[in-house]
T-cell receptor, first 116, second 111 residues
Framework: DVKVTQSSRYLVKRTGEKVFLECVQDMDHENMFWYRQDPGLGLRLIYFSYDVKMKEKGDIPEGYSVSREKKERFSLILESASTNQTSMYLC???????????????FGEGSRLTVL | SQELEQSPQSLIVQEGKNLTINCTSSKTLYGLYWYKQKYGEGLIFLMMLQKGGEEKSHEKITAKLDEKKQQSSLHITASQPSHAGIYLCGADMEYGNKLVFGAGTILRVKS
């Protein structure tokens, strides 16, 4: 069974702390994505990666960084957490689609981060 | 994303009733994806549409992409409590490798 695993389902951190969110996929997918989900706003893309050590900014990269040292692992880093980063974070992975697009995305269960 | 408008924002239906959710864009959609999400969980893939006029069905859920490839609808026939959740459309709007998502439609089914 294909799987995208996010390291933590729930985290509570304090303002200014450094936060690591880890994501691992076992499907040998080229593409990996980090989204955040907020009520009324849907999913917004933070960063994505289409290959090891490659990364591209999404729509809301400010305050975040990412790391992809191995194909199966994509980490999201909040250098100095702030209260407006309280959100649900979703990791996803995909092959390249037939038309050159991302193809079907497989999502992890999500990590709910609360910053106090 | 405002590039993809979903309607309605929320919906409450009586069990057994039919319902439709819409997803609209001002740009051509190269691929349109429907996902379902249970509260607090990840997204589950439902269907993908790529060709203008395409229609796909899975159990009691049917999705269509219009000829212009700018609007998609998701139709549920004879709704059941198991259909409750958040439905999101995602689209590939350019020849690239990221999906843009709509804000989602919250569906509640009353028994």
């Amino acid at each position: 069974d294909v799987k995208v695993t996010q390291s933590s389902r729930y985290l509570v951190k304090r303002t200014g702390e450094k936060v690591f969110l880890e994501c691992v996929q076992d499907m040998d997918h080229e593409n990996m994505f980090w989204y955040r989900q907020d009520p009324g706003l849907g999913l917004r893309l933070i960063y994505f990666s289409y290959d090891v050590k490659m990364k591209e900014k999404g729509d809301i990269p400010e305050g975040y960084s990412v790391s992809r040292e191995k194909k199966e692992r994509f980490s999201l880093i909040l250098e100095s957490a702030s209260t407006n980063q309280t959100s649900m974070y979703l990791c996803a992975s995909s092959y390249w689609g037939l038309a050159g697009g991302p193809g079907e995305l497989f999502f992890g269960e999500g990590s709910r981060l609360t910053v106090l | 994303s405002q590039e993809l408008e979903q309607s309605p924002q929320s919906l409450i239906v009586q069990e057994g009733k039919n319902l439709t959710i819409n997803c609209t864009s001002s740009k051509t959609l190269y691929g349109l994806y429907w996902y379902k999400q249970k509260y607090g969980e990840g997204l589950i893939f439902l269907m993908m549409l790529q060709k203008g006029g395409e229609e796909k069905s899975h159990e009691k859920i049917t999705a269509k992409l219009d000829e212009k490839k700018q609007q998609s609808s998701l139709h549920i026939t004879a709704s059941q409590p198991s259909h409750a959740g958040i439905y999101l459309c995602g689209a590939d709007m350019e020849y690239g490798n990221k999906l843009v998502f709509g804000a989602g439609t919250i569906l509640r089914v009353k028994s």
